[in-house]
């Protein structure tokens, strides 16, 4: 079995900034992609920003400039450094990775449980 444990979310005001950690646990072999993902109150998920195991990090046009993903390899980690927080940042943050497990063909995809972020105008 996997598991994605987030932590870091919380309340904030406008402005300020959040660092959410999604810690992968498990029968793992490797790890692809890490990703974060965000639902706002009646919309879609959405992709907000991507650490692939080898390549250029992906952000959403929204929160360029001002969010941050990394991943370290040997925790199975990955980390989103949220700054100048707006208030449409506001939403579940889901963790998500792709991951090959010993013993199964193929990679799956995994979900953490969300961590909610609130941003106050």
């Known amino acids: 079995q996997v598991q994605l444990v987030e932590s870091g979310g919380g309340l904030v005001q406008a402005g300020g900034s959040l660092h959410l950690s999604c810690a992968a646990s498990?029968?793992?072999?490797?790890?692809?992609?890490m990703d974060w993902y965000r639902q706002a109150p009646g919309k879609q998920r959405e992709l907000v920003a991507r650490a692939s195991a080898a390549g250029t990090p992906y952000y959403t046009d929204s929160v360029k400039g001002r969010f941050a993903i990394s991943r370290d390899n040997a925790k199975k980690t990955v980390y989103l450094q949220m700054n100048s927080l707006k208030p449409e940042d506001t939403g579940v943050y889901y963790c998500?990775?792709?991951?090959?497990?010993?013993?199964?063909?193929?990679?799956?995809?995994?979900w953490g449980q969300g961590t909610q972020v609130t941003v106050s105008s």
């Open positions: 998500h990775a792709e991951i090959y497990s010993p013993g199964l063909t193929g990679k799956y995809d995994h």
């Open positions: 498990g029968s793992i072999f490797r790890i692809d992609d």
